[in-house]
């Protein structure tokens, strides 16, 4: 299916709404369109293209639910998709969590969608894997790469009036080089929902030189370093604290935020005083569809506003058990920062380390929020405020809330994304006390 504009998703969705013979019906209907572009050893090894687009039709019978999906919109499909969620409903239990559809929400203005990137064509991501791959063999390096955008637009209406639309794009470029011999590598990436901000020529030059300069890593002893972290390495931490501020596992004594004998930790000071994190849908670095997929409005919310915890997010169901505003979990992560570039904090580190990525980090204890990972393409030792050689890479072993708490300087935000909850992120590079590495890694 084309892309539907505001209008022609609405009057789809009416359609299949006057279909509807249960209780209360709603109606979610998903587009997306985009293409991408994958290179390896300095050589574009696969390419392609996709379009889908999948209408889901919710029945309910009081408290009893049944889901059927559609991706043809003629009347005949649109019907038996309708029919076929109402007889499952039917079936279904009784849902002791059920939440009858929402009224109409107020939505703020925020349009993460833009034409320039809706537009990518083949030739426009061939063209990025040449703008990389033409500085590796310039240098002797390995080039593997990969590229991929989309064009999203989403909708939903339910028989209590609600109705909302939005639209979003999305270009994500990633880079790694290895030296020929393969014992040096470099990484870099570029996030946006714009392609004008993307370069992959600058980010392929940046990695280009962490592989060169990593060919002759030295083993340092592991232990506990001050740390500079990259963007990239920092998103990989703190994604992990934002969402894991949900009420019902605080409530329940299954998270950080929960406190020994009950209760929570709102209201607590949990990290140091600079650090303050919300979630914009509205923000200009990483905008973001302005409702939930259940049709709650997003708003900017605080989760750490200087240092102290200020909101949990609550689904409906236990907003309503609790007394509380059924707060939306993040969209987006941004963090404040500071002024200082990735330079100046390197300049103005004593001895510590460079941390250009993380990889691999699994949880340890979800209680404290421990979990360890490795460093990867590109880690450095620093002395006197220089780089001074590449080190081997390390396992480490740490949580946000005390790396937070050994907070030293932070730099200026910037726009980076994490490949396991997708959200774009707004964040500064970090320097950081005391990071625990516990031990010596093999890889590269």
């Not at 049944?66 to 003629?74: C, E, H, L, V």
């Amino acid at each position: 299916m084309p892309h539907l504009d505001e209008s022609q998703a609405r009057a789809l969705l009416e359609r299949v709404l006057k279909l509807s013979r249960a209780d209360a019906c709603e109606v979610n209907l998903n587009g997306t369109a985009g293409g991408n572009l994958r290179y390896a050893r300095n050589a574009v090894s696969t390419a392609g293209g996709a379009e889908n687009s999948t209408l889901v039709v919710q029945s309910s019978f009081g408290t009893r639910s049944g889901t059927a999906t559609a991706n043809q919109y003629d009347d005949a499909s649109l019907e038996r998709a309708v029919r076929a969620s109402e007889e499952l409903a039917r079936l279904a239990p009784e849902d002791p969590e059920f939440m009858p559809p929402l009224a109409q929400q107020q939505y703020v203005a925020s349009d993460p969608y833009v034409e320039t990137t809706a537009a990518i064509t083949p030739d426009n991501r061939a063209a990025a894997a040449a703008a990389s791959i033409g500085p590796a063999r310039a240098k002797g390096c390995v080039a593997a790469g990969f590229m991929q955008d989309s064009a999203d637009w989403q909708a939903m209406m339910n028989t209590a009036g609600l109705f909302a639309y939005s639209r979003s794009t999305s270009v994500n470029f990633t880079v790694t080089m290895r030296t020929a011999d393969g014992v040096g590598s470099g990484w870099a990436s570029q996030d946006s929902n714009d392609v004008g901000k993307i370069d992959p020529g600058a980010a392929s030059a940046i990695a280009v030189e962490k592989a060169l300069a990593s060919h002759e890593a030295k083993a340092i002893e592991p232990g506990k370093y001050t740390v500079v972290l990259e963007p990239a390495a920092v998103v990989d931490f703190l994604q992990y604290l934002p969402f894991g501020m949900d009420a019902r596992r605080a409530d329940e004594g299954r998270s950080f935020m929960s406190k020994p004998g009950g209760g929570t930790r709102l209201g607590e000071k949990l990290v140091d005083e600079r650090v303050t994190i919300y979630s914009d849908p509205a923000h200009q670095g990483v905008p973001v569809a302005p409702w939930e997929q259940d049709g709650r409005a997003r708003a900017r919310t605080a989760w750490i506003e200087n240092g102290v915890a200020k909101n949990l997010y609550y689904s409906r169901y236990w907003a309503k058990q609790q007394g509380k505003p059924a707060v939306p979990a993040p969209a987006n992560i941004i963090m404040d920062g500071g002024d200082a570039s990735l330079e100046e904090l390197i300049r103005g580190t004593e001895r510590g380390v460079l941390v250009t990525r993380t990889w691999y980090i699994r949880p340890v204890d979800p209680q404290t929020l421990l979990y360890t990972g490795l460093t990867r393409d590109g880690t450095f030792y620093i002395e006197n405020g220089q780089i001074q050689h590449a080190v081997k890479n390390f396992r480490f072993n740490e949580s946000p809330i005390i790396m937070l708490n050994n907070l030293d300087a932070l730099g200026r935000p910037e726009r980076v994304s994490n490949v396991e909850t997708n959200a774009p992120s707004f964040l500064p590079p970090m320097r950081i006390r005391d990071f625990t590495f516990s031990s010596l890694s093999d890889a590269v």
